[in-house]
């Protein structure tokens, strides 16, 4: 029987790290496209777009399953802040300056789900998540109800905090059990107002990936994997969640000093 227990990979540093992800991502998409012949992704902010066009944007084999086919994707965000797409807080424009904008035409146009612009000066941000929760049953809802949408695959990050999507540690967020997209109006990192995915549409994914690199990360890395008191974290939740269906992608650094097993190659 397979282990309960998330996949810790820890490599030299960021090269390497996007090096293991590439191959990682295009078999979730590869197996995605053979199920229903689109890519389902949800990804966050922070530094991971950055390091998934450092995985995606390198040169492949050229055989068809080390080819990201861009045309077939539908990309989704695990959380979002209530600001413009132009904006610097945005992570649509994060996605698109480090990705989006710089994709070969030969690999072909993602479809990309954003916010609502419209609604990112409304005082309270509850319209702007129940519009995205509207756009996500679209797509995942079409045929008959589903309880949860079913990602392909999810990318997170982590704050040194443990926090991810825009679910904080302590929030009454974490106990969301019903909405598939929720709103906060109190982050405690700015943009206050944001939306995010739920616990439940996290760990109900297919797959879940973490990135976290860079040695400001041990202290709570060493939380999440190691410590009893570590298990309340939003990301030691989706852990303990979605077992083995999460990896966490990670430099040296990041996992100084924890015991948790780690593995050097996938």
């Given at each position: ?24 991502v ?22 991971l ?17 080390d ?5 077939n ?16 807080d ?155 269906k ?21």
């Amino acid at each position: 029987m397979a282990s309960p227990s998330p996949n810790l990979y820890s490599f030299a540093n960021t090269d390497e790290l996007a090096k293991q992800l590439r191959p990682y991502v295009l078999r979730n998409q590869n197996s995605a496209l053979s199920r229903h012949e689109t890519f389902r992704i949800a990804v966050s902010g922070g530094s991971l777009p950055t390091v998934l066009a450092k995985a995606l944007l390198a040169p492949g084999n050229g055989t068809p399953d080390d080819t990201a086919q861009f045309s077939n994707w539908d990309i989704f965000f695990a959380d979002e802040r209530a600001v413009p797409l132009d904006h610097e807080d945005s992570n649509y424009r994060l996605l698109k300056d480090e990705l989006l904008d710089k994709i070969p035409a030969e690999l072909g146009t993602p479809r990309v789900h954003t916010i609502d612009s419209a609604h990112v000066n409304d005082e309270d941000p509850q319209e702007l998540a129940d519009l995205y929760q509207e756009e996500l049953m679209r797509i995942f809802a079409s045929k008959d109800s589903v309880k949860l949408p079913v990602f392909d695959l999810i990318l997170l990050g982590c704050g040194p905090d443990g926090h991810t999507c825009s679910l904080f540690p302590g929030h009454e967020l974490l106990r969301e059990k019903d909405s598939w997209v929720a709103a906060i109006s109190d982050s405690p990192k700015p943009p206050p107002k944001r939306i995010t995915l739920t616990l439940p549409v996290v760990t109900h994914a297919v797959n879940v990936a973490f990135v976290a690199t860079g040695g400001g990360k041990k202290e709570i890395m060493k939380q999440i994997f190691d410590a009893e008191e570590g298990r309340s974290l939003p990301s030691a939740l989706i852990n303990q969640g979605a077992g083995e269906k999460v990896s966490w992608f990670t430099d040296h650094a990041a996992v100084d000093g924890v015991t948790f097993p780690r593995r050097g190659s996938l």
